[in-house]
């Protein structure tokens, strides 16, 4: 069986997911927005999922928008803000986003916005003081993660939310990596608007979900009927919405036991591979860090080698870089962060799940520097090309 390491781009389903799955298809269900007793079954199971997702930031549910997943929560969340803003032209952001947050800022820049991308240091922080420092009467909404997928560094949001309020920008944060690994509290972060996403958390790919506080204006991108408070047209996806609900309940009732095992297998990873790896790099910080991710450069060789032959021998990660053209692309985060072309391309993201066991860590300490010894050998590359 592969052992699968890339939890930060899609955890497998929960078996309490695929249970609350099986009962919505056994039940047939009706069309939630519908007044006969099936559609009326329907809707009592989409609100109890609502419910649940609601809890895992501390929100009242019906402050919950379902959503088909974390790129459509960050488009509603930055289109809907602006929209609503109307004469405000001005958002502040970083250069370590997710795409789903970086690719609308361009395509408001290129109508004429103005886009304020905030660099990090060399473990990826954000620091708050230069994002208020940003901050003016122009600002319609500051957007930024909570952890970054890449690195998993965690940033320091909450000194943000007062100085967005005075200036009368909204606080946008993309928590889609954190929800579920480390606690999220809306209240205690003071934000507007908060992206989630279901495949992150062992829920179906195509779900998500934004938070929408109770004042915060957004208008819609989707137009229809009156669904999601009218935030958002359309059916829900219900039977991905109740996976949703029960993969999250899951997560809450599993946080804390599962952030602690997982986060020591994660530092047994990379304690190993240190010793057996000469120059092996983290990037991002030690502490900081969402506990399930490490994100590494390998010496005198190309990630996307790595990559191929670890798959080969049944361990799957990733490069956390975009691939165009045919060719991998350098990750826009370790660039940002100060790391050579050379470098962001020799290196891989690990990232761990709620299905890993120790057994599977053991024999990954051991597959990954074989592997890396192989692949060195195969295609050397000098020590300076990969700093």
């Given at each position: 069986m592969p052992i699968y390491l890339d939890h930060n781009a899609g955890s497998p389903l929960r078996v309490e997911a695929a249970a609350a799955i099986s009962r919505l298809l056994a039940d047939a269900g009706g069309n939630p927005s519908s007044v006969h007793r099936a559609g009326q079954r329907s809707r009592r199971m989409l609100e109890a999922a609502r419910a649940q997702v609601a809890a895992i930031v501390g929100a009242e549910p019906r402050r919950i928008v379902f959503t088909s997943g974390g790129t459509e929560s960050n488009n509603l969340a930055i289109f809907?803000?602006?929209?609503?803003?109307?004469?405000?032209?001005?958002?502040?952001?970083s250069e370590i986003e997710h795409s789903s947050i970086l690719a609308p800022l361009a395509e408001l820049e290129r109508r004429g916005f103005e886009v304020v991308r905030i660099a990090p240091d060399s473990d990826g922080r954000i620091d708050p003081a230069r994002v208020l420092a940003a901050l003016d009467g122009e600002t319609a909404l500051v957007a930024l993660g909570l952890a970054n997928s890449e690195v998993g560094t965690i940033q320091d949001l909450a000194p943000l939310a007062s100085g967005c309020s005075k200036a009368g920008a909204l606080l946008h944060i993309d928590a889609a990596q954190a929800v579920g690994r480390i606690p999220v509290d809306v209240a205690a972060l003071g934000c507007d608007l908060m992206t989630l996403s279901g495949h992150k958390l062992g829920a179906p790919a195509g779900v998500g979900a934004l938070y929408v506080r109770d004042y915060a204006r957004i208008a819609p991108i989707i137009f229809g009927g009156p669904h999601e408070s009218g935030v958002r047209a359309g059916t829900p996806n219900q039977l991905s919405a109740v996976a949703f609900g029960a993969a999250t309940e899951a997560a809450i009732n599993a946080m804390r036991?599962?952030?602690?095992?997982?986060?020591?297998?994660?530092?047994?990873?990379?304690?190993?591979?240190?010793?057996?790896?000469?120059?092996?790099?983290?990037?991002?910080?030690?502490?900081?860090?969402?506990?399930?991710?490490?994100?590494?450069?390998?010496?005198?060789v190309l990630g996307e080698s790595m990559l191929i032959a670890l798959d080969l021998e049944g361990v799957e990660v990733s490069m956390g870089s975009a691939c165009a053209a045919g060719a991998v692309e350098p990750s826009h985060v370790l660039r940002a962060l100060g790391r050579s072309v050379a470098g962001a391309r020799s290196s891989l993201r690990i990232s761990l799940g709620w299905d890993n066991t120790a057994d599977e860590i053991d024999a990954v300490?051991?597959?990954?520097?074989?592997?890396?010894?192989?692949?060195?050998?195969?295609?050397?590359?000098s020590e300076a090309s990969a700093r």
């Open positions: 809907g803000a602006i929209t609503a803003a109307s004469r405000r032209r001005k958002i502040i952001s036991e599962e952030s602690e095992r997982i986060g020591s297998l994660t530092m047994s990873l990379l304690n190993r591979l240190r010793e057996t790896i000469p120059g092996l790099r983290l990037n991002g910080p030690l502490a900081g860090r969402l506990p399930n991710t490490l994100n590494l450069t390998f010496p005198g300490e051991a597959i990954i520097p074989a592997v890396w010894r192989r692949v060195a050998a195969a295609e050397p590359l």
